[in-house]
């Protein structure tokens, strides 16, 4: 009787356990053709344009398994794609559907269409470590915060920063002559001198970095590099996956790393602004009397413009977009000119020629380093700081023959195209000549993008010149640069979020003058 019983039982919970199950697979099945159904426009409009054959699309994963891995190996897979495909070409990460744009034509419609303006989802991943700046805010936010914050870069106001730069590329200066005639890598001084230069120009405060170890520098380009890890790494989207890798720790600590840094400045400024009012004018050094980033953003705050979160938002986005690039782009300047003495002498003599060899420089200095500039520029060229910028699609959005569905992201694939021997003859030859005027003047204009293009450009780009330029030019007047890599394919890059050398930036420098030795 007891077993019969026992028997019945089992029965009806097996009953209610399938009844359950069938439940749940019919829930899941509707809830799954619904979703299926709101992306109906996307999956019709996303079939017409064509995958490229290059790439091997598996079903559900579509093309992620080339996204996941090294940040090196990714760049190249968007490369390779890219480079062997149509533009628009088609991926698939997962359930994203993404096209890939590889003409400057179509580069030039994606950057100024009012329909392309948001930054893709993916930057999200952004915010943990840039917060919610002009970077990743979402289009509406964005417009508001760019017209308040570009008048900070008004070129009067940019001058007033040269003698920063001028004075901290003189504390490299010395620092490096503790380095000469050793090959070693100069990365990490840019990042402590790049550092500290936006520090004080952005928020008016010294931090002597560049006499201290520049931890933080190094904590941020691991922080980068791991918000582009989750970028691309369509597992780690998961917040529970990106817990279990460890990452999501790690980048715990950067962050609170990153935060503690930036609320003592704002605190320090806050205590200076104090201080400012209690001194008499002529107590008030050159640092406290120059207006910064920081005090604009303050002003702006008082009038109700922007709260104290977005004012933490926007100087976080200013310290990660200011100092590592251009520090990156002086790092792989200084590599170029090592590998290529015929060039740096070049820029040498146009050194010498505006400012001598004692002076130092000046604002009116500043345009008339051609040569370098276009050094830098050809080195931005190779190594462009955004190699694949990310947009996202918020109405139908028509690329030459293509209706792209909204919903969809566009990879602007700027590292292609900059690394295309239809724009750039012999593209992995160095040759700063591409960006004499008369060249400049026969490509299409959006054939070279290192600072994007259209509305939401780098609103950096002049600060980052200035920068670039002084430091540079102060290098190049003080060392003879040498480097252990022999040719442009030597410098193994990756994608951790700006572009990167694998193998760092080992330079040799000697002194050219005897009493710098
Ligand atoms: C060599 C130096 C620099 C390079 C090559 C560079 C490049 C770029 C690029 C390619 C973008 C577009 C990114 C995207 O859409 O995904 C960008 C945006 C941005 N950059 Fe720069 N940048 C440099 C220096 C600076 C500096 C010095 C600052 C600030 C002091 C800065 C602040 C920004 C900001 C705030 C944005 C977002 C703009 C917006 O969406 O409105 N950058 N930069």
Redesign the pocket.
Known sequence: MNAFVKERSLILELGVMNCLLISIAAAALVLYVRWRNSRKHLYELGAKVPIPDCAKSLPILGHSLYFIGDTERILNNVKYISTNCESPGTIWLAHRLFFLLTTPADLEIALNSPKSLE?DDL?RFSRSLAGK???S?EVDA?KVH?KLITPTFHPRILDSFVNVFVEQSNVLVEILQGKVHEMFNIGEHLTAATLEM?TQT?MGVKLNKQLGNCKLGEQLNRGLEIMFMRMFNVPLHFDFIFELSGLAKEERGIIDSFLNFIKKVINDKKVEKKLKMLETEAEIDDIKKRKVFLDHLLELSEQNLLTEEEIIDEVR??MI??SD??AT?ISFVLVCLGMFPEYQQKVYEEVIDVIGYDRDIECEDIPKFKYLEMCIKET?RLF???PN??RKVTEDLQIGDHMLPEGSGLVLCIYTVHRNDKYFPDHMRFDPERFSPEECAKRHPYAY????GGP??????K??YN??KIVLATLVRKFFIETSFQKIEDIRVKQSLIIKSILGYPVKLTPRNSDLI
Do not use: H
Request: glycine share 16%; aromatic share 16%.
């Open positions: 930054k930057y700046g002009l970077f805010l964005w760019r936006v952005a986005t200013f977009g200011g690039t251009s782009v931005m462009p700081i955004g910028i990310v993008l290192p600072f994007a939401r450009n780098c609103i950096g780009m600060f980052g920068m670039m």
